[in-house]
């Protein structure tokens, strides 16, 4: 790369840089501001661990159980044409007949 600004890194200075940083931190807190303060390794280790992101399905109530259903084709069709969350929906139709004494 003929005439690249690149070409002017002389990697041992790079490398001598790293090894030896500036004896001056890059933030120095004044103590006026508490919001302005650094934050503390705990304070850090404690942030990054709440900002990681868990895999995977979100854990359920652990009170229900998969089973299966036999139901009519247009009665199915008509439940999942009702948008998301259709089965909550019919678990709670479901448990307002239980509560009625209707089931």
Do not use: C, F, H
């Amino acid at each position: 790369m003929s005439g690249s600004k690149t070409s002017l890194i002389n990697p041992k200075r790079v490398i001598a840089a790293l090894r030896s940083p500036s004896a001056q931190p890059d933030y120095v807190w004044d103590g006026r501001d508490d919001n302005d303060r650094p934050a503390s390794p705990a304070e850090l280790k404690k942030a990054l661990a709440a900002s990681v992101k868990k895999r995977g399905r979100p854990a359920g109530s652990g009170t229900k159980s998969p089973t299966t259903l036999r139901i009519d084709r247009d009665v199915l069709d008509a439940l999942r044409a009702s948008g998301e969350g259709w089965q909550t929906r019919v678990n709670a139709l479901l448990r307002e007949a239980v509560n009625q004494g209707r089931l």
